[in-house]
């Protein structure tokens, strides 16, 4: 087998490089790449759209109906991670981990079933990371805030500087990962419930292709944004960018909601009672 | 002589991203450990993404966002082509997406053969 | 651009692809797989392509590493390949 696959790349790659022989030389401005529907874009980003960064405005209004099936690609993926892993009839451990508040002190009670609920001396603990790091909660409870205060920058910038609706969701995904991680599993969904995040990431995709349906009502295409300027009190050129932004908002959301999703399916083996 | 180091010198980013590919493929096809594909799957996906970008690049040219004071004079040249870069956003998602999912499925199949190996897997499947 | 960077960091970039896939261990090789994913963010950010550096630098170090590690956690992680 190992050697099948040795002789199968090195021909793929003999014959790839022989084709290499034809590419055009690297950092050519006349390649075939850059000269027929490009210089367009970059030419007329400023007086169609009035969004300086010309991959936001190709992706989200020139080319934006790739951009809504990816959302939806992103969102079925969060459901099917859901419906493979997600158990819900509750586990049977075998031992369970406290953890004395004032003293630090680690318990480990041996009792099948579903763990004591929580006393009041005593806090419930994840059994597969048992030792208790101060530094790292304390500073990471410090730090999510001012994480998620980035991400929602990027996702409102996104107009003017690198970034956009999916970095600044990555982002805010990863805030509530850390969350997660850093602390226990509980704690991460008591501040964002397991049934919030399934309405989130239906709802991104539901903003996207909302915007595309006001746009069919109010008279004009598909996702042409121009036809908001008769609600807003916009021209047709800012009401693109506002449609711009409203696609990034729900990109964003639908792409936190489902990190998140497949974070805790992953961790949990599925039983989202705790996790790493 | 001459000749061949003109080649090379003027494609040699051309063959390192395909030996890259080269490398994912390896580990999708010859691995045995499901993880490993699945690091080969991802490998042989970033280096295409790799390779598009190269061929948006332009000798001289910045990235593509519209300097703020030269509005009114844009000219194609002076910025790179961004439709590579928006092509392999979209890719880049599609990556971490299929990531998850295949991540997923190796836990499942953990949690029934309780091995990751793919020869004993299709051993237990044999037996059973 | 300046080649002499380009080629160090594809030099790190197919070390680092190898070495994920040889390595015994498979928590080393989510690692290794984090330092790849960086190595070509980089890449992409010299070429010029900012966007996308700013996405695999988030996604790859960010979400993708820490899938790994999750999934390296409920299954086994040594392998005999």
Known sequence: MRILGILVCVATGAMLIWASGEFPPWGDPNSPASLHVSPRYIEKTMEETSV?????????????????????????????????????????RSSHHYRHILTGLTLRVR????????????????????????????????????????????????????GGGFQGGVILGASMILLAISQDMRSALRRIRERTLAIFSVAGVAIYAGTGALCLLLGSNFLDYAAL???????????????????????????????????????????????? | ????????????????????????????????NLVKKIVGMSIFQTAIILFFISMGMKKGAT???????????????DYINPL??????????????????????????????????????????RKS | ?????????????????????????????????????????VLWAIMGAVDVAFTEASVGAGVSTVFFVAAVFHTTRRTKD
Request: proline share 4%.
């Open chain 2, 63 to 77: 990235i593509p966002i519209i300097i703020h004071g030269q509005e009114a004079s844009v000219r194609a040249s």
């Open chain 1, 52 to 92: 300086p960064n010309a991959v936001t405005s190709v992706l989200a209004d020139y080319r934006g109906y790739d951009t809504m099936f990816e959302t939806t690609v992103i969102f079925a993926a969060g459901v099917s991670c859901f419906m493979l892993l997600r158990l819900f009839s509750g586990r049977e």
């Open chain 1, 229 to 276: 300027s008769r609600i807003f009190p916009v021209d047709p050129v800012g009401a693109r960018s506002l449609g711009i932004f409203l696609v990034e908002v729900g990109v964003g959301i639908a792409v936190m909601a489902t990190m998140i999703v497949i974070y805790h399916n992953l961790a949990s083996e599925g039983f989202l009672d705790e996790g790493l």
């Open chain 3, 1 to 41: 651009m300046i080649w002499q960077l380009d080629l160090v960091i594809l030099t790190l970039v197919v070390i680092c692809g190898i070495g994920s896939l040889m390595i015994k261990d498979l928590l080393g090789a989510a690692i290794l797989f984090g330092a790849y994913s960086f190595m070509m963010c």
């Open chain 1, 111 to 162: 009792r099948k079933g579903k763990q004591l609920p929580e006393l009041e001396e005593f806090e419930p603990m994840d059994s597969l990371w048992t030792p208790y790091d101060l530094i790292l909660r304390t500073l990471c409870r410090f730090l999510i805030p001012f994480i998620q205060l980035f991400a929602l920058y990027v996702i409102a910038h996104g107009h003017h500087s690198p």
């Open chain 2, 1 to 32: 002589m001459d000749r061949i180091l003109e080649v090379v010198i003027a494609k040699y980013n051309y063959w390192i991203y395909i030996v890259l590919m080269m490398i994912g493929l390896y580990g999708v096809i010859a691995k045995n």
């Open chain 2, 84 to 125: 590579p870069h928006v092509l392999m956003l979209t890719a880049i998602v599609v990556a971490v997406s299929t990531l998850g999912v295949a991540l997923a499925l190796a836990v499942k199949i953990y949690k029934e053969f309780d091995t990751l190996e793919e020869d004993e897997i299709l051993e237990k499947i």
